[in-house]
Nanobody, 125 residues
């Protein structure tokens, strides 16, 4: 079974940047679409970015478009999410998830099959 581990979260000041990482210890992530999702208390988990298995096409949530870059490093079995110009509204627990199959990715959590445990991002002065 695919196991995902997130890292890179932490406390950052408004306007700052973070790079989140999603790693697989066993299997290559090349044949999965990988998504990043944010969850805050009392709200549903929302997709912020994903990268497609079929051709690495990225897909970003409108609210964060222009501030995110998702990328895949096949040799390291990792997917990264570079976040810039962070604001307090970006605070939350960030999860990576993998969707089985060769397809264009979507930002719907119900499409994903495997999930990591999450990493916390806090944007505050």
């Amino acid at each position: 079974q695919l196991q995902l581990v997130e890292s890179g979260g932490g406390l950052v000041q408004p306007g700052g940047s973070l790079r989140l990482a999603c790693a697989s210890s066993q299997f290559s992530l090349d044949y999965y679409s990988i998504g990043w999702f944010r969850q805050v208390p009392g709200k549903e988990r929302e997709g912020v970015a994903c990268i497609s298995s079929i051709d690495d096409t990225p897909n970003y949530a409108d609210a964060m478009k222009g501030r995110l870059t998702i990328s895949r490093d096949s040799t390291k079995k990792m997917v990264f999410l570079q976040m810039s110009s962070l604001q307090p509204v970006d605070t939350g627990d960030y999860y990576c998830a993998a969707e089985v199959g060769l397809k264009q990715c979507v930002l719907s959590s119900s499409d994903y099959d495997y999930w990591g445990q999450g990493t916390q991002v806090t944007v505050s002065s």
